[in-house]
């Protein structure tokens, strides 16, 4: 760490951007504290020898950053990220109280690969084939792994397969939505997705426990990793679209509401742009809009901030014109 800190002592950048990596090293973070500068990341810390998301480590590092005067902001991508400022702008400006909030996520893509993923394969295979988990009135409720499902209409995409799985903002949202009382995170696989799943989990190629090959401590899900398509090769020939959002239901002005905050991003436009699939790029435009309200000081708060602790407009303001148009439905 120390030759991190010597590096951001010489360089003095306004702002360190760490993207999503694998088991997302917290010495960066701490580096950027000693160096002083601001930091802003895409995704929550995970530890490598378990599949849990949790921001307890990086929350554990309020204290300092306050005191230091800096502001690290966390998970500023689009799920979580844009989702969070989603529910924020309904928090704020759209209902009174927030009864429950589902937040989607389709992709609605081809890629015509056999079987592939969309992000790092480590942390996306993780995440999905540890236990789901949402909040109901007041604690946390686990279910095994893929075992709740539902169809929804996707804007943009049509009726899609749901499965309820944990995702990190819901532990952010359940501290800042005042009176919510349920809040679920969905993301749509397909068929022949989920039965690849199953019989890599069942040959135990998705296992994260080390084991003994010809005298070499290998980790299977890594292992797998080097066998799948890298992410970004898939851009090229993909097609179809992205479609995520916030369902949100409350009340506002005494009757009851449903309204669904959503972008819709297609795949072939992305790679035209940016030479990236739909995936990559809603993720890269929640972290430079991100980083651009910190750096034009719209958004400085110290410590470690999460998205819906702070005001949603100028970032949606942003958004739109950034890439990401976004829109509210009423249901």
């Known amino acids: 760490m120390a030759e991190t800190v010597a590096l951001l002592r010489d360089y003095k950048p306004d702002l360190l951007i760490h993207v999503a990596l ?16 601001d930091y802003l990341d895409t995704a929550n ?12 480590h990086q929350w554990d590092m309020h204290a300092d950053f306050e005191k230091a005067g800096l502001m690290a902001l966390l998970g500023s991508g689009f799920d979580p990220g844009v989702t969070n400022v989603f529910c924020a702008y309904a928090r704020d400006h ?3 109280e927030i009864d429950t909030i589902d937040i989607l996520d389709c992709n609605g893509g081809d890629h015509g690969k056999a079987f592939a993923t969309n992000f790092n ?3 996306n295979i993780r995440e999905i084939t540890q236990p789901g988990r949402y909040w109901k ?3 946390w409720i686990e279910i ?7 169809d929804f209409d996707y804007p943009g995409v049509g009726v899609r397969k749901s499965y309820l799985i944990y995702h990190e903002e819901m532990e952010s949202l359940v501290k800042h939505i005042p009176g919510l009382k349920q809040i679920r995170f969905w993301m749509t696989f397909g068929d022949n997705y989920l039965t690849h799943l199953r019989v890599l989990q069942n040959v135990g190629l998705t296992s994260i426990e080390p084991i003994d090959y010809e005298g070499q401590k290998i980790v299977p899900i890594q292992f797998l990793k080097k066998l799948l398509p890298d992410p970004a090769s898939l851009a090229e020939n993909y097609t179809g679209k992205t479609s995520i959002g916030c369902l949100v239901s409350g009340r506002k002005d005494g009757k009851a509401k449903t309204v669904f905050i959503y972008n819709v991003c297609d795949h072939a436009e992305t790679y035209r ?12 435009v929640g972290a430079a809009v991100g980083a651009e309200m910190m750096l ?9 901030i999460n998205l819906e602790q702070l005001d949603p407009v100028p970032f949606l303001d942003r958004l739109g014109p950034a890439g990401l148009p976004w829109h509210v439905k009423e249901m």
Not at 48 to 54: C, I, L, Q
């Open 94 to 96: 759209l209902f009174d």
């Open 45 to 56: 810390y995970e530890a490598p020898g378990y599949a849990k998301f949790e921001y307890r």
């Open 121 to 123: 394969p480590e942390i």
């Open 144 to 150: 095994d792994p893929m075992s709740v499902k539902m």
């Open 22 to 37: 694998p088991y997302q090293d917290l010495t960066i973070m701490q580096a950027c504290l000693e160096a002083g500068v």
């Open 296 to 304: 034009t000081g719209k958004w400085k708060k110290p410590g470690t």
């Open 137 to 139: 009135d007041g604690q």
């Open 273 to 284: 742009e940016v030479g990236a699939q739909a995936v990559s790029y809603t993720t890269g």
